[in-house]
Each structure stands twice: as structure tokens, then as C-alpha cells.
């Protein structure tokens, strides 16, 4: 069945650094590939997508490139803030009214 | 305005008794999910629903009853809650159909059960 692999956290950065948090995933066909980040205390919100291989999603700083020779979507920025303090979560949709998340990465950014 | 709400924010109560969540979307979706997601952060799906019809149901006990009366609503009807059962449950919903498949989280409820 589909799944998806994500680092485990937690990850300490200092402000300013750079930070990749590792997604693999397994699927049949095509699927769509996200991340989603979890402020504290609320909801997951949409972070970035991809649809198909060699799109790249960005926001706010951080992209991830959908790579479906090494089935990879890894989380890339180039300098984090405190405010990016947050979990972090791979996820793909195959179209099968199902979403397969990571157990999720946290980030703790200091100041 | 709020995409998905729901209701209520924290609910506190006793081993063995009856409660609901609510969940309401505005953005017209057609399938809306719920799910839990324990202290460590990890998510699980426990319902699907498309046009009010029960899509994805995985393994979840029957004390859990989920409910559509309309497109714009899933809730959560939960029966002898037991104290596995607290944790964080989030309301979802999305268009699959039209290829936005983009899911939207609403605020969560942090049910505790004492």
C-alpha cells in the first residue's frame, strides 16, 4: 500500500540555518505530494504541493522538489526563523478519497 | 471568514459518557474526513465521507459514529468514551473531484478524558 516516510524530529536549528527535513514515499501510479506544518495549537494548513514529478512546490521560503526516481520530497529553506517553529508534515494523495501523512517532523528554531 | 470550524475547541469529560463534535466547511467541498492525532503528533484518518456517503471507515471502534446530514457537515458522535480516546480530533475537507485536492484542517478538538 501507499505510505510515506518522514525524519524523525525533533530538529534544533539556530536562527539563520538551513534546514531539510528528509520525505520518502511509496505509491502506486502518480500521486500528489504536500507539506503541511502544524503551528502550536491549531490546525495543519497547507504548506506547499506538487502534482506531478519534477514540479516544484514553494512558499514562504521553502520548497520541496518532487522527485519520482529516489520517491523523495524533501523540505528545504534556506534560512529559518523562530517563527518557523512548528511541526511538519509529508503527505500524498493518490486519489483514492485518502491522504497518507508522516507521523510528522518538529522544528524548534532558536534564537 | 473561517473555512472549517468546529465545535467545541476543548471538551473535558467523564469515562463512560456520550459526546459530539461538530464540524462545518464553507468552501463547498464534497468530502470531508475526520482525524486523530495523539500526543505524539501522529495523524490517523478514522472516517471519509463523499456527498454524505461513507467512503473510508478504517478500523475504527463503533463507540465512534459519524454523522453528514448535509455536504457542509461531518460530526463526530462518540459513545462510553474511555480514556484512549483523548487526544486532538481535526476536521478535514477537500474537493477531490475537481483536482484541488488540497486538504483543509480546521482548529481541532482536544477531547480529555478523566
Known amino acids: 500500500g501507499n505510505s510515506v516516510t518522514q525524519m524523525e524530529g525533533p530538529v534544533t536549528l539556530s536562527e539563520e540555518a538551513f534546514l531539510t527535513i528528509n520525505c520518502t514515499y511509496t505509491?502506486?501510479?502518480?500521486?500528489?505530494l504536500f507539506w503541511y506544518v502544524q503551528y502550536p495549537g491549531e490546525g495543519l494548513q497547507l504548506l506547499l504541493k506538487?502534482?506531478?514529478?519534477?514540479d516544484k512546490g514553494s512558499n514562504k521560503g521553502f520548497e520541496a522538489t518532487y522527485r519520482k526516481e529516489t520517491t523523495s520530497f524533501h523540505l528545504e529553506k534556506g534560512s529559518v526563523q523562530v517563527s518557523d517553529s512548528a511541526v511538519y508534515f509529508c503527505?500524498?494523495?493518490?486519489?483514492?478519497?485518502?491522504?497518507?501523512f508522516g507521523t510528522g517532523t518538529r522544528l524548534k528554531v532558536l534564537a | 471568514d473561517t473555512a472549517v470550524s468546529q465545535t467545541p475547541k476543548y471538551l473535558v469529560t467523564q469515562m463512560g459518557n456520550d459526546k459530539s463534535i461538530k464540524c462545518e466547511q464553507n468552501?463547498?467541498?464534497?468530502?470531508m474526513y475526520w482525524y486523530k492525532q495523539d500526543s505524539k503528533k501522529f495523524l490517523k484518518i478514522m472516517f471519509s465521507?463523499?456527498?454524505?456517503?461513507?467512503?473510508i471507515n478504517e478500523t475504527v471502534p463503533n463507540r465512534f459514529s459519524p454523522k453528514s446530514p448535509d455536504k457542509a457537515h461531518l460530526n463526530l458522535h462518540i459513545n462510553s468514551l474511555e480514556l484512549g480516546d483523548s487526544a486532538v480530533y481535526f476536521c478535514?475537507?477537500?474537493?477531490?473531484?475537481?483536482?484541488?485536492?488540497?486538504?483543509?484542517f480546521g482548529p481541532g478538538t482536544r477531547l480529555t478524558v478523566l
Open positions: 478535514a475537507s477537500s474537493q477531490v473531484t475537481s483536482g484541488t485536492d488540497t486538504q483543509y
Open positions: 505509491a502506486t501510479g502518480y500521486p500528489s
Open positions: 506538487a502534482t506531478k514529478a519534477d
Open positions: 503527505a500524498l494523495f493518490s486519489g483514492t478519497y485518502k491522504y497518507i
Open positions: 468552501l463547498g467541498h464534497d468530502t
Open positions: 465521507y463523499n456527498n454524505k456517503e461513507l467512503i
